[in-house]
């Protein structure tokens, strides 16, 4: 049976900024700027048709390998998300919270994203989960230790426990997976809360994505049959 509701929870792993940039002839920043400003009308977009939560897959972990001067641009842009940009997310009534370690974030971005989290805590008409120096397997660590430190004997180790161990809790389960680019791969992204997620896979480079992809996105969840093991 098809079902006609549109997803809860929407994820986006964000890929192909770099390719823009030099399909473009542009340098790597012109592609991760072109890929945020996609970013904005993605999130609109998305909350306009009615999801409940967006997450955006913008850092991993794994991404401080990169060149040193390609991370500083990628932190510069997070910093406008936080800062720039909460005119943004108060304007369309979004929360915004990050979900990933605050380690190795300098002061004034741990400080920035917990100005915008409490900025935005009131708004209710989607929440904006961002993905920031996160990795889906250190949640999950992170979430055992948490247990460990609360003395949780191993029998009282339940899905629901563990689930309440994680970043931001009460984010639900991911209803679709996207991830642009062609690449076929969930690269570490919302392990813990995609047992059943259905997975989209587009050829297309995120900054070439627009507000018709987004609801050809929703319309393809439409028309699929989601099946949970039963």
């Not at 006609?4 to 900024?17: A, K, Q, S, W, Y």
């Not at 939560?53 to 997070?78: C, D, H, P």
């Not at 979430?143 to 191993?154: F, G």
């Not at 679709?176 to 896979?201: C, D, H, Q």
């Amino acid at each position: 049976m098809t079902d006609m509701t549109v997803p809860r929870h929407l994820g986006f792993i964000v890929d192909g900024n770099r390719r823009w940039a030099k399909k473009h002839g542009l340098p790597t920043y012109e592609g991760h700027l072109a890929g945020y400003n996609t970013l904005k009308d993605i999130i609109v977009e998305t909350i306009d048709q009615g999801v409940e939560y967006i997450s955006l897959y913008t850092f991993s972990t794994e991404n401080w390998q990169r060149a040193k001067e390609e991370v500083s641009n990628l932190m510069g842009l997070m910093m406008r998300l936080f800062k720039t940009d909460m005119k943004l997310l108060l304007d369309n009534d979004l929360r915004l919270v990050v979900a990933g370690s605050r380690d190795r974030l300098p002061k004034k971005m741990n400080d920035a994203i917990d100005t915008v989290q409490e900025r935005t805590a009131h708004c209710r008409r989607g929440t904006v989960v961002v993905c920031f120096n996160y990795g889906g397997q250190q949640e999950i660590v992170q979430a055992v230790r948490t247990l460990i430190e609360q003395h949780v004997a191993s029998e009282e180790v339940t899905i629901e426990r563990l689930s309440e161990a994680m970043y931001q809790p009460e984010v639900p389960p991911v209803d679709m997976i996207v991830r642009t680019s062609g690449e076929k791969r969930l690269s570490n992204f919302m392990l813990w809360r995609s047992p059943y997620s259905e997975i989209l896979f587009l050829d297309k480079l995120f900054p070439d994505m627009t507000k018709a992809d987004v609801a050809a996105i929703i319309k393809e969840y439409t028309n699929r049959s989601r099946r949970f093991g039963g």
